[in-house]
């Protein structure tokens, strides 16, 4: 397939280039600035910011992955970003969005009435982020025309974990893994996410992955 990954040089970003490519996919970073790429990496690289990214530039693709990240400060982009997605999409038909969303917007009990963003445990400073992936969530649930998928990782979204290979899926509900915590390394987070690349299982459905902490 031919995969555009938005915010390739990011944490989830560049795992996510990784897997891919690894997979045999033909993948091409979506960056604003071509030189944070590493050295040697060995991809085709479309350079534009995520705001001036257009139809003509995403219908080339058949997958393109959002990794866009912004500090709590600029939250908000998080907002304009998806929007401008969503409004390129419509004359890109034949192209599937996937997001690396957040984990705020999960529900945490089976009546569906409370999400993690509002139990007391939630982090303060995470809130801004949380919010605003929840309202992007919520423009391509009501959206028309586009294909997308939503993957929420788990609370504990490990940057430094390692790679398991094995993971647990859920759909709108927090979960937690053997040992009662809900965690999942960058690494199989990706790999999840190229997973569903190939297979579609979550078609204009949002997602969410739990893994073992080893």
């Known amino acids: 397939m031919k995969v555009g990954i938005i915010g390739a040089t990011g944490k989830a970003g560049k795992l996510i280039l ?32 995520i705001f001036d990214l257009d139809s003509n530039d995403l219908k080339q693709f058949d997958i393109v992955v959002n990794a866009f990240g912004v500090p709590p400060e600029k939250a908000e982009q998080h907002v304009e970003a998806g929007r401008n997605l969503i409004n390129a999409l419509k004359d890109a038909e034949n192209t599937r969005l996937l997001v690396v969303g957040g984990t ?3 529900f945490v009990e ?7 963003i509002d139990t007391p445990e939630f982090t303060n400073a995470f809130k801004a982020v949380a919010l605003n992936q929840s309202q992007n969530l919520a423009d391509l649930e009501q959206s028309e025309g586009v294909r997308w998928t939503f993957l929420s990782p788990a609370a504990f979204f490990d940057p430094e974990g390692k790679r398991t290979g094995k993971y647990q899926i859920g759909e709108d509900a927090f979960l937690v893994n053997r040992k009662g915590k809900s965690y999942i390394s960058y690494e199989d987070y990706a790999i999840a996410m190229v997973d569903e690349i190939e297979n579609g299982w979550h078609i204009n459905k949002r997602f969410t992955v739990v893994a073992e902490k080893e």
């Open 18 to 49: 990784k897997e891919a490519k690894s997979r045999g996919h033909e993948v091409t970073a979506i960056v604003r600035n071509a030189q944070k790429l590493p050295e040697g990496q060995d991809v085709a690289v479309l350079e534009k910011d």
């Open 104 to 106: 705020g917007n999960l």
């Open 110 to 116: 089976e009546a569906k009435t409370n999400h993690l």
